[in-house]
T-cell receptor, first 112, second 113 residues
Framework: ETGVTQSPTHLIKTRGQQVTLRCSSQ?????VSWYQQALGQGPQFIFQ???????GRGNFPPRFSGLQFPNYSSELNVNALELDDSALYLC???????????FGPGTRLTVT | KNQVEQSPQSLIILEGKNCTLQ??????????LRWYKQDTGRGPVSLTI?????NTKSNGRYTATLDADTKQSSLHITASQLSDSASYIC????????????FGTGTSLTVIP
């Protein structure tokens, strides 16, 4: 166990709906990154949060947004869901500046 | 363009046999390279991490090598077990802020009895 938790474990949504995924970082970790992993692919970087602000973003549209809270936990919000958003969503936490990041178990999102 | 490529895409081996997975990268400036094991539907778990000056790193039956000159790495698994069946992902870090983690697409390993 890495100490990083995610909720929910699984989620089924309909196209056009909105979804919020949650991540609790490992104790002492102030940086959280979110990744999207399609079936059979490697994780794709969505964005990173540090000090409650977005600190780096991958090639994802604005309907993917996030938040980081004072306790370093984080949310990933996706609006106007599309079928291609179906994937495993991973969050990873670390201490800012460290290259050692720890992944949560992921949330499996299915969009129908 | 910063990229990480892995081969083979998938591999099936008999229990007890050895295997080697490959990772080539073009990430620059290079900071470190990490191999992760990812069970189906789970988050990746770190196996080894190597910096520029390290050529080899072992973790039990897993041994990773790094050639920073040719920008190649390999992960060797000895005496494979059924529990080794998973996806193995190579991740290269660059020396700058923001997104500095570059992921390969992984090698899917299946160990059969």
């Amino acid at each position: 166990e890495t100490g990083v938790t995610q909720s929910p474990t699984h989620l089924i949504k309909t196209r056009g709906q909105q979804v919020t995924l949650r991540c609790s970082s490992q104790s002492g970790h102030n940086t959280v990154s979110w990744y999207q992993q399609a079936l059979g692919q490697g994780p794709q970087f969505i964005f990173q949060y540090y000090r409650e602000e977005e600190n780096g973003r991958g090639n994802f549209p604005p309907r993917f947004s996030g938040l980081q809270f004072p306790n370093y936990s984080s949310e990933l919000n996706v609006n106007a869901l599309e079928l291609d958003d179906s994937a495993l969503y991973l969050c990873a936490s670390r201490v800012f500046g460290s290259y050692e990041q720890y992944f949560g178990p992921g949330t499996r999102l299915t969009v129908t | 363009k910063n990229q990480v490529e892995q081969s083979p895409q998938s591999l099936i081996i008999l229990e007890g046999k050895n295997c080697t997975l490959q990772c080539n990268y073009t990430v620059s400036p290079f900071s470190n390279l990490r191999w992760y094991k990812q069970d189906t539907g789970r988050g990746p778990v770190s196996l080894t991490i190597m910096t520029f000056s390290e050529n080899t790193k072992s973790n039990g039956r897993y041994t990773a090598t790094l050639d920073a000159d040719t920008k190649q790495s390999s992960l060797h698994i000895t005496a494979s077990q059924l529990s080794d069946s998973a996806s193995y992902i190579c991740v290269v870090s660059a020396v700058y802020g923001g997104n500095q983690f570059y992921f390969g697409t992984g090698t899917s390993l299946t160990v059969i009895p």
